[in-house]
C-alpha cells in the first residue's frame, strides 16, 4: 500500500465513529465512513465520547423502550422545560473548501415520533444539525446556522438558516407527527434534500449554511404544558 493511500485510510479511520454501548460499529466502505449508527440498544448515551445532552427546569434526556424499539427520550413534563441533544463533533460540509475536498455527500437519517406537539414551542423546536452556541453545548432552532426539520404552526417544515437568513418550506404530505416516521437530510454542495418515509419532499438551494455543523435536536414546552420527543435509530455517513 502506498504511502499515500496509508494516509486516506487513515484519515477515514479518524471520522469513524461507533456506535454508544450496546450499538454497532460499522466497518468503513468503498464510498466513505459512517460517522455514527446508533440503536440504542442498552439504554446507554455515551456522553464521554459521542453525544452531549443539555436540560433546563424538569427536562430530561435518557432512553426509553417503546414496544420492541429503544429511543433517545427528550421529555419536557412541565411549562418551559428544555431537552437537547447532539453529536459532540462538528462534521464537515461536503466540498468545502480549505477542510474537505475527498466526500461530496453527506446524509443523516432517523426515526422520531412526537408526543403532545401542540404543546412543543415551535420557534425553538428542530431536529437536524446546528452550530455549537457560544456558551452552550448545543443551540436552538433560532440561532444561525442550521438545517432540519422545524415547526410552524404545529405543522412540519423544512429549514436552512445561513447567518440568520432563512428558507423555510412546509413539508407537502404533511405526515402524521404522532406516528413514527423516517426522516433523512442528504446535503451536498449547494443544496440540501430533506425526506420523509424515503419520500424526497423539499430542497433546498437557498441560505445553506456555510459552516461545519453538529447533529442537534432539541424540544421546549410551551408554559404549563408536556412536550416529548422520541428518537429511534440514528445514522449519519460521508460518500465520496
Known amino acids: 500500500m502506498s504511502a499515500y493511500n496509508t494516509q486516506i485510510n487513515a484519515a477515514r479511520d479518524k471520522l469513524l465513529r461507533s456506535a454508544s454501548a450496546g450499538g ?3 466497518a468503513i466502505t468503498a464510498t466513505g465512513p ?3 449508527n446508533e440503536l440504542w440498544a442498552t439504554g446507554t448515551i455515551d456522553t464521554t465520547n459521542l453525544w452531549q445532552t443539555t436540560v433546563a427546569a424538569t427536562g430530561t434526556v435518557s432512553t426509553l423502550t417503546a ?3 429503544r429511543v433517545v427520550r427528550l421529555n419536557c413534563p412541565a411549562g418551559a422545560d428544555q431537552a437537547r441533544f447532539g453529536g459532540q463533533r462538528k462534521i464537515v460540509t461536503p466540498i468545502s473548501p480549505g477542510t474537505n475536498y475527498l466526500y461530496t455527500r453527506l446524509t443523516m437519517e432517523w426515526s422520531a415520533i412526537l408526543v403532545n406537539v401542540a404543546n412543543h414551542e415551535n420557534a425553538n423546536f428542530i431536529m437536524g444539525m446546528g452550530d455549537e452556541a457560544a456558551g452552550a453545548t448545543i443551540d436552538h432552532r433560532g440561532a444561525n446556522d442550521a438545517l432540519g426539520f422545524i415547526l410552524v404552526s ?3 417544515n423544512t429549514l436552512t438558516d445561513s447567518g440568520g437568513t432563512e428558507t423555510v418550506t412546509v413539508v407537502p404530505s404533511a405526515p402524521t407527527l404522532t406516528n413514527y416516521n423516517r ?20 430542497t433546498h438551494t437557498t441560505n445553506i449554511p456555510a459552516l461545519p455543523l453538529k447533529i442537534n435536536f ?3 414546552s410551551e408554559a404549563a404544558v408536556a412536550a416529548e420527543l422520541r428518537i429511534g435509530p440514528l445514522r449519519c455517513w460521508l460518500e465520496d
Open 218 to 220: 432539541v424540544v421546549i
Open 67 to 69: 414496544g420492541s424499539l
Open 24 to 26: 454497532t460499529t460499522t
Open 183 to 202: 426522516y433523512k437530510i442528504v446535503i451536498e454542495n449547494g443544496s440540501v434534500q430533506f425526506y420523509v418515509n424515503k419520500v424526497l419532499e423539499v
Open 34 to 36: 459512517m460517522i455514527y
Open 154 to 156: 404545529d405543522a412540519l
